[in-house]
């Protein structure tokens, strides 16, 4: 009998201030490779171009409220 095998993909959205973005993204590379040692086959960090709706969908910046100063970054992490 053949194994079967499930896979997870995880979205995670953060919201950073712009002074702690590089601060973010260095705990974010950290916490990917531990995600990788615990099984992950991948778990990247991504910030979006574009926020703004398209083809009828609602937009980032409609569902979620970015302050001033901030920065949405989304990471994906495939299990």
């Given at each position: 009998?053949g194994?079967?095998v499930?896979?997870?993909?995880l979205?995670y959205f953060?919201?950073?201030?712009?002074?702690?973005?590089?601060q973010f993204?260095e705990?974010?590379?950290k916490?990917?490779?531990?995600?990788?040692?615990?099984?992950a086959?991948g778990?990247w960090?991504?910030?979006?171009?574009?926020?703004?709706p398209?083809?009828n969908c609602?937009?980032?910046?409609?569902?979620?409220?970015?302050?001033?100063?901030?920065?949405?970054f989304?990471?994906m992490?495939?299990?």
């Open positions: 009998m194994r079967t499930d896979m997870v993909t979205f953060h919201q950073v201030p712009n002074q702690n973005r590089d993204l705990i974010q590379r916490a990917a490779a531990i995600n990788e040692r615990h099984g086959t778990d960090p991504c910030g979006p171009n574009n926020l703004d398209r083809y609602s937009s980032f910046s409609a569902e979620l409220t970015i302050q001033p100063g901030e920065e949405l989304f990471s992490s495939l299990k």
